[in-house]
């Protein structure tokens, strides 16, 4: 009796490791370590008058303050709800390699960078999207960053889908809009490919102006049919051929960016950050809010002297500076250089039937 007794203890204690085991890798959705904030902040307005004075009237800030009409009404809980970067299980780096770049790279690397002018060919590399209002950061940086790698590498101008990746990746990427993992979209390119904007479109193009913007909308479902049934899913998939993290030297960054392209990178946002107009981002005021994952296109040295990266965002044209933002470069700001991960394309599947953009000349006369 007693021996059944003990059995039955175990399964339960067995079955509650197991829980808390998901409930570790599900990360309970706490963004990377953001700070509790009470319901009173949380339903408060993102943009304060405040914070641009503060800003502003901060001479060392070196960068300017204003309310970005991306987020007019916005509250800090929907404010928050865009940044989707968990703090990353451990597991998800397991044979992951970390990627430096060799010295001789490093020595030649320009002063300045801009990805949009070294692949002037590539229009994607300039392009500013919107996630609208779901926490999809961690797919928009990936997918957008192996877009631009298909162009440098391969002369391909195509958007690749952010759908297919945040309705189909489940929960081995996180938990589509309500946050996920970057590397993990990466290994999914590897695994799975990616199909193309035309066939499998962003679910939520008409961005937080229409009513019924709250809550944020649930994770679109993964249907794996192109919306024009002219098109095959299997045949618009493309693919990665690796999926890696760039070690944190600066040094590596820029030399991984000038060789391969566009990186995802993932930063921490405080409230400041919501008001960010134009300069040399750092974090003067605020709380942290959450993370963040952008696509990281160059670098260069501002007229006072500080060192910056460029990003682009996907928060639409009308918050920033013109939808890009510049931030500190080389001391880690927001963690920035600590969370760079990246992939290069694969030929699978590209040169059989698909276009390349000669064929596409070639096909319209």
Not at 336 to 362: W, Y
């Amino acid at each position: 009796m007693g021996d059944h007794h003990h059995h039955h203890h175990r399964i339960v204690r067995v079955y509650y490791l197991a829980f808390a085991i998901l409930l570790l890798l599900l990360g309970e959705g706490i963004a990377f370590g953001a700070d509790n904030l009470s319901n009173q902040k949380l339903t408060s307005p993102i943009l304060q008058d405040e914070i641009v004075k503060q800003v502003n009237e901060n001479p060392k800030a070196g960068w300017k303050a204003a309310f970005n009409d991306r987020f007019a009404n916005f509250t800090v809980a929907e404010f928050k709800r865009l940044l989707g970067v968990k703090p990353t299980p451990k597991n998800a780096f397991l044979g992951v390699p970390v990627v430096s770049h060799d010295i001789s790279i490093s020595l030649k690397l320009p002063k300045q960078f801009d990805a949009r002018t070294a692949w002037s060919q590539c229009s994607s590399i300039g392009r500013i999207l919107d996630q609208g209002h779901c926490g999809s950061c961690w797919a928009f940086g990936a997918v957008e960053s192996l877009s631009d790698r298909f162009c440098i590498k391969y002369n391909m101008n195509i958007s690749l889908s952010v759908n297919d990746l945040l309705a189909c990746c489940g929960f081995l990427c996180g938990q589509g809009c309500n946050g996920g993992y970057p590397i993990s979209a990466w290994r999914y390119f590897k695994h799975h490919g990616v199909v193309t904007e035309e066939c499998d479109p962003y679910f939520d193009n008409t961005g937080c102006s229409h009513p019924g913007c709250e809550p944020a909308y649930p994770t679109p479902k993964c249907v794996r049919k192109c919306v024009s049934g002219n098109q095959l899913w299997r045949e618009s998939k493309h693919y990665g051929v690796s999926a890696y993290k760039v070690r944190h030297d600066p040094q590596d960054i820029m030399a991984e960016v000038y060789t391969n392209g566009p990186v995802e990178v993932a930063f921490t946002v405080y409230e400041d950050f919501a008001h960010y107009k134009s300069g040399v981002y750092k974090h003067i005021t605020g709380a942290n809010i959450g993370g963040h994952a952008v696509k990281l296109i160059g670098w260069g040295t501002s007229d006072d002297g500080e060192d910056y990266w460029l990003l682009a965002n996907q928060w639409n044209r009308s918050w920033g500076d013109d939808g890009y933002f510049k931030i500190k470069r080389g001391t880690n700001e927001c963690g920035i250089e600590h969370g760079v991960v990246a992939g290069l394309p694969s030929d699978r599947n590209v040169f059989r039937g698909v276009n390349t953009s000669d064929d596409v000349l070639v096909s319209s006369f």
